[in-house]
Protein backbone atom coordinates (compact mmCIF):
# COMPACT_ATOMS: atom_id res chain seq x y z
CA UNK A 1 0.00 0.00 0.00
CA UNK A 2 1.32 3.47 -0.69
CA UNK A 3 2.04 5.55 2.17
CA UNK A 4 0.16 8.81 2.55
CA UNK A 5 3.59 10.65 2.19
CA UNK A 6 4.01 8.84 -1.12
CA UNK A 7 0.65 9.66 -2.29
CA UNK A 8 0.46 13.06 -1.22
CA UNK A 9 3.72 13.38 -3.42
CA UNK A 10 2.71 11.71 -6.00
CA UNK A 11 -0.23 13.93 -6.31
CA UNK A 12 1.56 17.05 -6.12
CA UNK A 13 3.45 16.10 -8.90
CA UNK A 14 0.04 15.40 -10.85
CA UNK A 15 -1.51 18.65 -10.59
CA UNK A 16 2.10 20.59 -10.97
CA UNK A 17 1.19 22.70 -7.98
CA UNK A 18 2.58 21.62 -4.89
CA UNK A 19 6.33 20.53 -3.82
CA UNK A 20 6.37 17.58 -1.35
CA UNK A 21 9.20 17.65 1.04
CA UNK A 22 9.95 13.80 2.17
CA UNK A 23 7.96 13.89 4.76
CA UNK A 24 5.05 14.54 2.60
CA UNK A 25 4.82 18.53 3.90
CA UNK A 26 4.23 21.07 1.39
CA UNK A 27 7.34 22.93 1.31
CA UNK A 28 6.53 25.23 -1.80
CA UNK A 29 3.84 26.37 -4.21
CA UNK A 30 2.55 28.15 -6.81
CA UNK A 31 -0.13 30.47 -8.03
CA UNK A 32 -2.84 28.31 -7.07
CA UNK A 33 -2.71 26.27 -3.92
CA UNK A 34 -4.54 23.39 -2.82
CA UNK A 35 -5.95 23.69 0.81
CA UNK A 36 -4.29 20.89 2.53
CA UNK A 37 -7.12 19.57 4.63
CA UNK A 38 -8.97 18.61 1.54
CA UNK A 39 -6.09 17.35 0.03
CA UNK A 40 -5.19 14.77 3.06
CA UNK A 41 -8.55 13.78 3.64
CA UNK A 42 -8.33 12.79 -0.09
CA UNK A 43 -5.36 10.94 0.68
CA UNK A 44 -6.63 9.10 3.63
CA UNK A 45 -9.33 8.22 1.59
CA UNK A 46 -7.89 6.84 -1.36
CA UNK A 47 -5.73 5.02 1.09
CA UNK A 48 -8.31 3.09 2.82
CA UNK A 49 -9.14 1.60 -0.94
CA UNK A 50 -7.31 -2.03 -2.19
CA UNK A 51 -3.71 -1.71 -2.41
CA UNK A 52 -3.38 -1.40 -5.98
CA UNK A 53 -6.16 0.81 -6.63
CA UNK A 54 -5.06 3.27 -4.29
CA UNK A 55 -3.64 6.04 -6.66
CA UNK A 56 -6.37 5.67 -9.18
CA UNK A 57 -8.93 6.38 -6.87
CA UNK A 58 -6.95 9.79 -5.48
CA UNK A 59 -6.64 10.82 -9.72
CA UNK A 60 -10.28 10.04 -10.29
CA UNK A 61 -11.12 12.38 -7.34
CA UNK A 62 -8.70 15.27 -7.35
CA UNK A 63 -11.40 17.72 -8.96
CA UNK A 64 -12.40 17.44 -5.30
CA UNK A 65 -9.83 19.45 -4.06
CA UNK A 66 -10.09 22.84 -2.59
CA UNK A 67 -8.22 24.98 -5.24
CA UNK A 68 -7.70 28.38 -4.31
CA UNK A 69 -6.62 31.23 -6.79
CA UNK A 70 -3.79 33.88 -5.32
CA UNK A 71 -5.46 36.78 -4.96
CA UNK A 72 -2.37 39.42 -5.29
CA UNK A 73 -3.55 41.00 -8.99
CA UNK A 74 -7.19 41.23 -7.95
CA UNK A 75 -6.26 43.60 -5.03
CA UNK A 76 -4.15 45.46 -7.24
CA UNK A 77 -6.48 45.53 -9.72
CA UNK A 78 -9.39 46.84 -7.09
CA UNK A 79 -6.91 49.50 -5.43
CA UNK A 80 -6.34 51.01 -8.82
CA UNK A 81 -10.04 51.03 -9.58
CA UNK A 82 -10.97 52.63 -6.41
CA UNK A 83 -8.13 55.41 -7.12
CA UNK A 84 -9.99 55.94 -10.68
CA UNK A 85 -11.88 59.62 -10.44
CA UNK A 86 -15.78 59.35 -11.19
CA UNK A 87 -16.08 63.06 -10.88
CA UNK A 88 -18.28 64.10 -13.90
CA UNK A 89 -18.79 60.27 -14.85
CA UNK A 90 -22.49 59.32 -15.61
CA UNK A 91 -24.33 57.76 -12.88
CA UNK A 92 -24.56 54.33 -14.65
CA UNK A 93 -21.40 53.76 -15.33
CA UNK A 94 -20.19 54.98 -12.22
CA UNK A 95 -22.76 52.28 -10.51
CA UNK A 96 -21.22 49.34 -12.70
CA UNK A 97 -17.95 50.38 -11.67
CA UNK A 98 -18.76 50.20 -7.87
CA UNK A 99 -20.84 46.96 -8.33
CA UNK A 100 -17.49 45.13 -9.48
CA UNK A 101 -15.48 46.77 -6.57
CA UNK A 102 -17.60 45.58 -4.36
CA UNK A 103 -17.89 41.92 -6.04
CA UNK A 104 -14.01 41.76 -6.12
CA UNK A 105 -13.12 42.46 -2.43
CA UNK A 106 -15.76 40.19 -1.89
CA UNK A 107 -13.62 37.39 -3.47
CA UNK A 108 -10.97 38.85 -1.79
CA UNK A 109 -12.30 38.28 1.36
CA UNK A 110 -13.57 34.46 1.09
CA UNK A 111 -10.16 33.52 -0.04
CA UNK A 112 -11.87 30.37 -2.05
CA UNK A 113 -12.20 31.73 -5.34
CA UNK A 114 -10.85 29.70 -8.76
CA UNK A 115 -7.80 31.51 -10.10
CA UNK A 116 -9.85 31.61 -13.40
CA UNK A 117 -12.67 33.43 -11.99
CA UNK A 118 -10.10 36.09 -10.32
CA UNK A 119 -8.84 36.63 -13.36
CA UNK A 120 -12.24 37.00 -14.92
CA UNK A 121 -12.79 39.58 -11.97
CA UNK A 122 -9.79 41.14 -12.63
CA UNK A 123 -11.09 41.73 -16.83
CA UNK A 124 -14.32 42.91 -15.51
CA UNK A 125 -13.15 45.76 -13.05
CA UNK A 126 -10.52 47.05 -15.82
CA UNK A 127 -13.72 46.59 -18.31
CA UNK A 128 -16.00 49.01 -15.75
CA UNK A 129 -13.24 51.27 -15.54
CA UNK A 130 -13.03 51.70 -19.14
CA UNK A 131 -16.50 51.73 -19.78
CA UNK A 132 -16.80 55.01 -17.38
CA UNK A 133 -18.81 57.45 -19.46
CA UNK A 134 -18.37 61.57 -18.88
CA UNK A 135 -21.76 63.43 -18.42
CA UNK A 136 -22.03 65.54 -21.65
CA UNK A 137 -23.00 69.15 -21.35
CA UNK A 138 -26.43 69.77 -22.42
CA UNK A 139 -26.37 73.93 -22.28
CA UNK A 140 -26.92 74.07 -25.83
CA UNK A 141 -29.26 71.95 -25.97
CA UNK A 142 -31.29 73.63 -23.25
CA UNK A 143 -30.68 76.64 -24.73
CA UNK A 144 -32.42 75.49 -28.06
CA UNK A 145 -34.75 73.59 -26.19
CA UNK A 146 -36.00 76.99 -24.08
CA UNK A 147 -36.01 78.66 -27.81
CA UNK A 148 -38.50 76.34 -29.16
CA UNK A 149 -40.97 76.56 -26.37
CA UNK A 150 -41.16 79.95 -26.78
CA UNK A 151 -41.94 79.78 -30.12
CA UNK A 152 -45.86 79.64 -31.73
CA UNK A 153 -45.86 76.85 -33.90
CA UNK A 154 -49.42 77.28 -34.92
CA UNK A 155 -48.11 80.27 -37.03
CA UNK A 156 -46.09 77.36 -39.20
CA UNK A 157 -47.54 74.84 -41.82
CA UNK A 158 -48.59 71.38 -40.17
CA UNK A 159 -45.81 69.74 -41.97
CA UNK A 160 -42.90 71.38 -40.46
CA UNK A 161 -44.35 72.45 -37.36
CA UNK A 162 -45.06 68.29 -36.53
CA UNK A 163 -41.13 68.11 -37.45
CA UNK A 164 -40.34 70.58 -34.80
CA UNK A 165 -42.63 69.16 -32.20
CA UNK A 166 -41.16 65.04 -32.97
CA UNK A 167 -37.67 66.94 -32.45
CA UNK A 168 -38.13 68.48 -29.61
CA UNK A 169 -39.73 65.88 -27.90
CA UNK A 170 -36.43 63.64 -28.52
CA UNK A 171 -34.56 67.04 -27.28
CA UNK A 172 -36.03 67.11 -23.61
CA UNK A 173 -35.95 62.90 -23.53
CA UNK A 174 -32.09 63.79 -23.87
CA UNK A 175 -32.47 66.56 -21.36
CA UNK A 176 -33.66 64.22 -19.04
CA UNK A 177 -31.81 61.60 -19.26
CA UNK A 178 -28.67 61.25 -17.01
CA UNK A 179 -27.15 58.62 -19.05
CA UNK A 180 -27.18 60.55 -22.22
CA UNK A 181 -23.91 60.51 -23.84
CA UNK A 182 -22.27 63.14 -25.30
CA UNK A 183 -23.60 62.00 -29.18
CA UNK A 184 -26.63 61.81 -28.12
CA UNK A 185 -26.72 65.51 -26.88
CA UNK A 186 -24.98 66.55 -30.11
CA UNK A 187 -27.72 64.13 -32.47
CA UNK A 188 -30.69 66.09 -30.39
CA UNK A 189 -29.33 69.55 -31.01
CA UNK A 190 -28.75 68.96 -35.03
CA UNK A 191 -31.92 67.39 -34.92
CA UNK A 192 -33.93 69.64 -33.76
CA UNK A 193 -31.82 72.45 -35.35
CA UNK A 194 -32.46 71.49 -38.62
CA UNK A 195 -36.26 71.10 -37.77
CA UNK A 196 -36.23 74.88 -37.04
CA UNK A 197 -34.71 75.54 -39.93
CA UNK A 198 -36.75 74.01 -42.06
CA UNK A 199 -40.32 76.01 -40.84
CA UNK A 200 -42.43 77.48 -43.19
CA UNK A 201 -45.15 80.27 -41.88
CA UNK A 202 -48.67 80.10 -42.99
CA UNK A 203 -49.00 83.61 -44.29
CA UNK A 204 -45.99 83.14 -47.17
CA UNK A 205 -47.75 79.97 -48.17
CA UNK A 206 -51.29 81.37 -48.81
CA UNK A 207 -50.07 84.41 -50.18
CA UNK A 208 -48.09 82.37 -52.99
CA UNK A 209 -51.61 80.60 -52.99
CA UNK A 210 -53.58 83.95 -53.44
CA UNK A 211 -51.43 86.31 -55.56
CA UNK A 212 -53.06 85.75 -58.93
CA UNK A 213 -57.16 86.93 -57.08
CA UNK A 214 -55.34 89.66 -55.97
CA UNK A 215 -54.11 91.12 -58.82
CA UNK A 216 -57.43 90.14 -60.78
CA UNK A 217 -59.02 92.15 -58.57
CA UNK A 218 -56.51 95.10 -58.44
CA UNK A 219 -56.53 94.88 -62.31
CA UNK A 220 -60.51 94.59 -62.44
CA UNK A 221 -60.56 97.68 -60.01
CA UNK A 222 -57.86 99.75 -62.06
CA UNK A 223 -60.23 99.11 -65.34
CA UNK A 224 -63.86 99.85 -63.48
CA UNK A 225 -61.99 103.27 -62.35
CA UNK A 226 -60.74 104.28 -65.88
CA UNK A 227 -64.40 103.31 -67.36
CA UNK A 228 -65.53 106.07 -64.78
CA UNK A 229 -63.12 109.00 -65.47
CA UNK A 230 -63.89 108.26 -69.79
CA UNK A 231 -67.49 108.39 -68.97
CA UNK A 232 -67.40 111.83 -67.23
CA UNK A 233 -65.22 113.60 -69.57
CA UNK A 234 -67.49 112.83 -71.80
CA UNK A 235 -70.24 114.38 -70.10
CA UNK A 236 -68.19 117.40 -69.68
CA UNK A 237 -67.55 117.98 -73.16
CA UNK A 238 -71.10 118.14 -74.02
Same mark, same amino acid.
Do not use: C
Given at each position: ????????????????????????????????????????????????????????????????????????????????????? $? &?? %??? #?? +? =?? @??? !??? /??EKMIEEANT??????????????????????????????????????????????????????????????????? $? &?? %??? #?? +? =?? @??? !??? /?????????????????????????????????????????
Amino acid at each position: MLSETELTRKVGEYLNIVEVDQDGKVVAQTAVKVERPDLFELIKYANSQKEDAAYDVLLSRVHLLGFVGNTTDLKTAVAAARGVS $T &EG %KTE #ES +V =AV @LNA !AIT /KAEKMIEEANTLQEDLDAMIIELQEAIFNLRKIPNKDELQNLVNSVKAMNLGAYTPETASAVKAAYAKAVAVLNDDNA $T &ED %KVK #EA +V =AE @LST !AVN /KLAAKSAAKTADTMPVATSMILLAVSAFGILLVMKKRKEMK
